[in-house]
């Protein structure tokens, strides 16, 4: 399999660009806050600019939060791949959809016992989608989907059925997240998976660590500018693999990572063996504990060891976003040729090259993806 990828774009707590969020991940930025209402850490987006097309739309139309970091987002994508003019599908991913949106809705209904005009499409999932269509102009296919914390990932593999389906010449995939409303954040600490307020100067989100720091949400949105045209050296898709598993727990998750095995030995069979993990773990114990089990497997009998790290430590758990998030990372890496560890590990495993990435995503249900990206398509 080969799919290019055009272009991406990316906002997150660890900056408002690809650019920026690669300075923070460079430097080891602590980029988490206190939420005051609840006094748990979290990471939210930076400012946003107050400036230019995606803020004028904004002004005009008053998208809801997880739809106006779409906006952002994918605007760097299209922007990268030159698609300004161009017809393209999207498909976005978004585990939980405006969730501002419905919480607000229903906050008024509460206090009235009545619902503002717009309340309905506004608090659809399919709002997301519609938003990034009318923004830019196109007539394509414009959807939404949910499929937990792998949703932006699944929003890519659709998206690359669309393609090799021939149901589409150029694809703009991704997901968003905005889930810092304090009714999101008590559902979390409801199941026990939620970290504490770290000591001064720790990062409050710690994937692999040991002990485990516990998840810690964050908001954000990343896209990409995926055709099937090939033009040489440019960095593309070279596997995708996907599977469900039905474990009797909270996540669906297998603790020895059962689909996580699956869907890695699927996409490095199709597009080669990677010379590193960006892991799904999102900080909880049984979370990275199955996907530690998994790359563990994966790598019995090589004669290499597994180099593996994580971005959540900058950007927080940003459910349906936290795959295409990954994504966006892994291929900075590859593009400034420069592998970036976890910066609390003394001593990190380092790749022997650059050249392919592999990235995972998992969420509630036992959903499992996992996609290999090249820095360059031959």
Same mark, same amino acid.
């Given at each position: 399999?080969?799919i290019?990828?055009?272009?991406?774009?990316?906002?997150?707590?660890?900056?408002?660009?690809?650019?920026a969020?690669?300075?923070?991940?460079?430097?080891?930025?602590?980029?988490?806050?206190?939420?005051?209402? @609840?006094?748990?850490p979290?990471?939210?987006v930076?400012?946003?600019?107050?400036?230019?097309?995606? =803020?004028?739309? =904004?002004?005009?139309r008053?998208?809801?939060?997880?739809?106006?970091?779409?906006?952002?987002?994918?605007?760097?994508?299209?922007?990268?791949?030159?698609?300004?003019n161009?017809?393209?599908?999207?498909l976005?991913g978004?585990?939980r959809?405006?969730?501002?949106?419905?919480?607000?809705g229903?906050?008024?209904?509460a206090?009235?016992?009545? =619902?503002?005009?717009?309340?309905?499409?506004?608090?659809?999932?399919?709002?997301?989608?519609? &938003?990034? =269509?009318?923004?830019?102009?196109?007539?394509?296919?414009?959807?939404?989907l949910?499929?937990?914390?792998?949703?932006?990932?699944?929003?890519?593999?659709?998206?690359?059925?669309?393609?090799?389906?021939?149901?589409?010449e150029?694809?703009?995939?991704?997901?968003?997240?905005?889930?810092? @409303?304090?009714?999101?954040?008590?559902?979390? @600490?409801?199941?026990?998976?939620? &970290?504490?307020v770290?000591?001064?100067?720790?990062?409050a989100?710690?994937?692999?660590?040991?002990?485990?720091?516990?998840?810690?949400v964050?908001?954000?949105a990343?896209?990409?500018?995926?055709?099937?045209?090939?033009?040489a050296?440019?960095?593309?898709?070279t596997?995708?693999?996907?599977a469900?598993?039905?474990?009797?727990?909270? @996540?669906?998750?297998?603790?020895?990572?059962?689909?996580?095995?699956?869907t890695?030995?699927?996409?490095?069979?199709?597009?080669?063996r990677?010379?590193?993990?960006?892991?799904?773990?999102?900080?909880?114990?049984?979370g990275?504990?199955?996907?530690q089990?998994?790359?563990r497997?994966?790598?019995?009998?090589?004669?290499?060891?597994?180099?593996?790290?994580?971005l959540?430590?900058?950007?927080?758990?940003?459910?349906?976003?936290?795959g295409?998030?990954?994504?966006?990372a892994?291929l900075?890496?590859?593009?400034?040729?420069?592998y970036?560890?976890?910066?609390?590990?003394?001593l990190p495993?380092?790749?022997? &090259?650059?050249g392919?990435?592999?990235?995972n995503?998992?969420g509630?249900?036992?959903?499992?993806?996992?996609?290999?990206?090249?820095?360059?398509?031959?």
């Amino acid at each position: 399999m080969k799919i290019t990828i055009n272009g991406y774009g990316a906002i997150s707590a660890a900056g408002g660009t690809p650019a920026a969020a690669w300075s923070a991940y460079a430097s080891g930025k602590s980029c988490w806050s206190i939420d005051p209402p @609840t006094g748990l850490p979290l990471y939210r987006v930076p400012a946003l600019p107050e400036a230019g097309p995606v =803020a004028d739309y =904004a002004s005009r139309r008053a998208p809801g939060r997880a739809a106006l970091l779409a906006l952002h987002a994918a605007d760097q994508a299209v922007q990268q791949a030159g698609w300004q003019n161009e017809e393209f599908a999207i498909l976005v991913g978004c585990s939980r959809g405006p969730t501002d949106r419905w919480e607000e809705g229903f906050q008024h209904f509460a206090q009235t016992g009545t =619902a503002e005009t717009k309340t309905s499409p506004n608090t659809t999932l399919g709002s997301l989608g519609f &938003a990034l =269509a009318e923004y830019f102009g196109t007539s394509s296919l414009a959807t939404s989907l949910s499929v937990t914390c792998s949703s932006g990932m699944h929003a890519i593999l659709h998206g690359v059925a669309l393609l090799q389906a021939g149901m589409a010449e150029r694809v703009l995939v991704g997901g968003a997240e905005a889930p810092l @409303t304090e009714f999101t954040l008590r559902q979390l @600490t409801a199941l026990r998976i939620y &970290a504490q307020v770290p000591e001064a100067g720790a990062y409050a989100c710690q994937p692999l660590s040991d002990p485990p720091s516990g998840m810690v949400v964050g908001e954000g949105a990343a896209f990409l500018a995926l055709s099937r045209e090939a033009p040489a050296g440019r960095p593309g898709l070279t596997g995708l693999a996907f599977a469900q598993e039905h474990e009797p727990s909270p @996540t669906g998750i297998s603790r020895d990572g059962a689909g996580l095995q699956q869907t890695m030995k699927k996409a490095i069979a199709s597009g080669g063996r990677p010379d590193f993990i960006v892991a799904h773990a999102p900080g909880t114990r049984r979370g990275d504990a199955a996907e530690q089990a998994a790359i563990r497997s994966l790598y019995a009998g090589e004669p290499e060891d597994e180099v593996v790290t994580s971005l959540k430590w900058a950007t927080g758990h940003t459910f349906g976003a936290s795959g295409p998030l990954a994504v966006t990372a892994a291929l900075d890496m590859l593009q400034h040729g420069q592998y970036l560890p976890l910066p609390y590990h003394k001593l990190p495993a380092t790749p022997w &090259a650059m050249g392919k990435a592999l990235i995972n995503a998992t969420g509630f249900g036992g959903n499992v993806v996992s996609l290999l990206v090249a820095g360059k398509v031959d």
